[in-house]
């Protein structure tokens, strides 16, 4: 479909909408949540205040608008819009053909500075990048682990929810190995999660990795992964 500045699915045309949908209450309880205050790991980040069921019905509305204004959503100041686009890169992935998946892949990669949230991340890690290196080289997942960025780390963790659901742990718990020392909670959180996952599909996967390394598990990391084992194993693994 041909399209125009002047058309509906322009990026202009766009933020009308998104923008009309706003709450100013709504924006500074996001403010709050999502740490965009001095010194948090969303410093500077801007909210309209838009609820994501909200966010993700827009997405559906707008699944057709060109990669043009789905980038200059992705390059917003504003969160809403930035979670639009992600959205929309996921869409477009999961609808086209190999050689167009790719793309988006290639452009989701290009663009990450712009996916600098954990909700971000968690909304497309494990749909656009898990899927993409399922069958071939994950060698990038590693890389991202090493990445000085937060987001690429956390890239890195969560695109192994779509391993984990087709049954292969191996990569989710050797990144959780090389993210044991990570400094930030973000982390600790997203690589607990994973491990939990892996348990609740194979929980000899997550009890070998908790008999190696509960001693050295961040704490946070460490409550996320037992928390859907039994009370009285969760008691005996936090009592080391």
């Known amino acids: 479909m041909k399209t125009t500045a002047n ?5 202009k045309a766009i933020r009308e909408v998104v923008r009309a949908r706003g709450d100013a209450d709504i924006a500074r309880h996001s403010a709050g949540f999502f740490k965009a205050g001095p010194g948090e790991y969303g410093e500077g980040d801007r909210f309209l205040g838009i609820r994501v069921p909200v966010t993700r019905q827009l997405a559906k509305q707008f699944r057709d608008a060109p990669e043009r204004s789905v980038l200059a959503l992705l390059k917003s100041p504003y969160h809403e819009e930035r979670l639009l686009a992600v959205l929309l890169l996921v869409s ?30 968690d909304s497309s890690a494990h749909l656009i990048v898990g899927p993409e290196l399922e069958d071939g080289d994950r060698s990038l997942l590693y890389e991202l682990a090493e990445s000085e960025s937060l987001w690429d780390r956390r890239i890195a963790i969560i695109a192994t929810l779509r391993f984990i659901r087709n049954g292969d742990f191996r990569d989710t718990v050797k990144l959780s190995r090389i993210l044991l020392k990570d400094p930030e909670d973000l982390i600790h959180k997203a690589s607990g999660w994973m491990l939990r996952e892996a348990g609740k599909r194979d929980v000899s996967v997550l009890r070998n990795f908790l008999k190696r ?26 009592s080391g």
């Open 7 to 11: 058309t509906p699915l322009s990026a």
């Open 92 to 121: 477009r992935y999961q609808r086209a053909g190999r050689d167009e998946r790719r793309h988006v892949f290639d452009t989701y990669l290009s663009h990450r500075q712009y996916v600098n949230n954990w909700d971000l991340v």
């Open 213 to 238: 390394h509960s001693k050295s598990m961040p704490r946070t990391m460490l409550r996320y992964a037992i928390e859907k084992l039994p009370a009285t194993e969760r008691r005996r693994w936090l």
